[in-house]
């Protein structure tokens, strides 16, 4: 065994030597050259010479599989495969250079993303960026950018979110290092679309704000404005922004390439309209926002892509109460919807696969190391210990004749100090008996002055003493009289100002209450022949907004749903379910689910129940008795 492993290493070393100075055939360089530019045409290039490769040194034919896997990936040919590709890595980690051993696990990595396996594809571009040496002058910084843009992929594939932020955010920095602007910019873009699935829209505003304005100044004015189209989704989330986003859809329409001689966006593009259509319902004019739901279809359109269409006609027919036509579009929404659901079921399923391919792959890439470097270890500790023995016997023989020299250097040392401190000890005892001699006289002195001194003292002490004592128990005896009585006044004014807080809310709610438009919507709740007009919505809306802004406020931030704003209006009021199912015209079961979703958006809880007390609690809303009201 011990043969075999010399004759192992021997075999490494010559190989090694050998590799040195190699010079490749020029094919094999233009192709290379070719790759990031042009990689179809290194693609052919590599085609024809692939039966003369054949014959070629191991050296040649490891860069020719290796570009090959370049082009192949730049060109967007799945690659089928992974076992050529490992047998690259191998050869790069024993023979090539930083950049070409990480480039050679980045397109092992490729080919297993291509293959689906997105455990196994994460590894090898992990250990593609340990490959990588950052601090050399002559490192591949945009193959490094490239390798975190496909990690910050699989992780989003994932969902693991923070995981891809870092991700972009290394990916965008290594490319500035390279100096492509363009993908910095891009990979800040993309890590706004994460914050946007985390919620976090204020984030997702400034990067997406700061990454077009780079564009611009940069000189990619056509990025700048496909991306901000990524802003006009954000703005018209918040009714407070649709200005800013009628800017940005006006600016996109204005200056755009996408359009063609007709000013029409091609299919891929269409999400535009829907963002049109989203705006003009906004602003209720529901014609226009149903002219560009439709602008969205295309021909072989796939159910799942409908989805935004049938949502949006959907929407626009609800708010016209257009009966016939909400039923038809609510049947195709669902289709539409299921259509979607069943694709993210089948990503799910596809995952979960490969999360189990890459368990399998693992177990068996394991055990085959293992078994490969068993040996080569056992020979290297044998040697170690070897080196260990000889090198602690000569070096524990060395340390005790250099400890015992030390030793007698010592010993002479401290017996000269030893004499020198004995005689400086001497006439410092000298010095110290004299002066003790002094001090003893001077003490007794003052002594016998002091003793003369402390009878005086003493009876003023004791005096002192006594009244000192008289204060502090009159202190003690005023200072607890004065805290009960702050006690019992502190008592009264929390009181009396939890008496005006509810007595100013109360007549907050009694002056709301007492509104001439509360008073019709009364009327009509015990009446339900009597009809609300749009108007006297607008108007009792208008009138709550005054009396609660802060809840009308978190109403359109959180929801802003015309029946679920107008349910909470009429719950205030006291207004029960039936007499509301009636006023709106919907089923009660309706109004009790409508409450519940108002309850779980405003306060987090699904039960309807609590939603008066809730209210009451966070908005200081009273809802008073509709029949203790004036009329």
């Not at 990588?132 to 994932?158: E, G, K, M, V």
């Not at 920095?173 to 910019?185: E, L, S, V």
Request: hydrophobic residues 35%; contains cysteine.
């Amino acid at each position: 065994m011990m043969r075999k492993a010399m004759g192992f290493i021997l075999l490494l070393v010559l190989t090694l030597m050998a590799c040195t100075g190699h010079r490749y055939p020029t094919k094999l360089v233009v192709a290379d050259s070719l790759c990031a530019a042009n990689p179809d045409s290194a693609l052919r290039l590599l085609t024809q010479y692939k039966d003369s490769i054949k014959s070629a040194s191991k050296a040649d034919r490891m860069y020719y599989e290796l570009l090959l896997a370049d082009a192949m990936n730049k060109a967007y040919v799945d690659m089928t495969t992974d076992s050529i590709l490992k047998e690259v890595t191998d050869y790069y980690d024993r023979h090539g250079s930083s950049n070409e051993q990480m480039r050679a696990h980045y397109l092992l990595g490729c080919a297993y993303r291509d293959m689906g396996e997105a455990p196994m594809a994460l590894q090898c571009y992990q250990d593609a960026v340990d490959k990588a040496d950052t601090l050399s002058h002559d490192c591949n910084y945009a193959l490094l950018s490239c390798i975190f843009s496909q990690i910050s992929t699989l992780y989003h594939s994932q969902l693991l979110l923070s995981n891809e932020i870092e991700a972009q955010k290394k990916a965008s920095f290594y490319a500035f290092r390279a100096n492509k602007i363009q993908w910095g910019i891009y990979n800040q873009v993309m890590s706004a679309g994460a914050y946007i699935l985390m919620n976090k829209k204020d984030s997702a505003e400034i990067i997406l704000k700061s990454a077009i304005e780079q564009y611009r100044i940069n000189g990619y004015s056509q990025e700048a404005l496909r991306f901000s189209r990524s802003l006009i989704h954000l703005y018209l989330e918040n009714p407070q922004r649709l200005t800013e986003a009628k800017a940005l859809m006006d600016r996109f329409e204005a200056e755009s390439d996408l359009f063609d001689e007709h000013h029409e966006l091609p299919s891929s593009q269409r999400q535009f309209y829907d963002y049109k259509g989203k705006y003009y319902e906004a602003i209720h004019q529901f014609d226009s926002a149903e002219y560009y739901y439709r602008k969205i279809y295309r021909p072989d359109m796939s159910y799942a892509s409908q989805n935004p269409m049938y949502k949006g006609l959907l929407s626009v027919f609800s708010k016209r109460h257009l009966a016939d036509s909400v039923a038809k579009y609510a049947y195709l929404y669902g289709m539409a919807n299921d259509s979607s659901i069943a694709l993210k079921d089948q990503n799910i399923m596809a995952q979960m696969t490969a999360t189990f391919n890459y368990n399998r792959l693992q177990r068996e890439a394991n055990e085959n190391e293992v078994r490969a470097y068993r040996t080569t270890i056992e020979l290297f500790c044998l040697i170690i210990l070897m080196i260990v023995v000889l090198a602690s016997s000569f070096l524990i023989l060395k340390l005790k004749q250099k400890r015992y020299n030390q030793k007698i250097s010592q010993l002479m040392q401290t017996l000269a100090d030893a004499s020198s401190e004995y005689a400086e000890n001497l006439r410092e005892l000298q010095m110290l008996e004299t002066t003790h001699q002094k001090v003893i006289s001077v003490i007794s002195r003052e002594l016998e002055e002091a003793q003369s001194e402390n009878i005086s003292y003493r009876e003023k002490f004791s005096m002192s003493q006594h009244t000192i004592f008289q204060i502090n128990q009159e202190y003690e005896r005023e200072k607890t009289r004065l805290l009960e009585e702050n006690k019992e006044l502190q008592k009264r004014i929390d009181e009396l100002q939890r008496d005006k807080l509810v007595s100013k809310h109360l007549s907050i709610s009694v002056d709301f209450t007492d509104k001439e438009i509360v008073k019709r919507i009364y009327n009509a709740s015990n009446n339900p022949f009597i009809s609300i007009s749009e108007k006297d919505w607008n108007d009792l809306l208008k009138e709550f907004g005054n009396s609660y802004p802060l809840l009308l406020q978190d109403l359109y931030n959180k929801c802003n749903n015309t029946q679920i704003i107008r349910v909470c209006i009429l719950t205030s009021l006291g207004i029960g379910g039936s007499e509301q199912a009636n006023m709106l015209g919907i089923t009660k079961q309706r109004i009790s689910n409508l409450k519940a979703s108002l309850n779980k958006i405003l306060f987090n809880e699904t039960s309807s129940r609590t939603l008066n007390r809730n209210l009451l609690i966070h908005y200081n809303v009273y809802s008073l008795n509709k029949d203790a009201v004036p009329k």
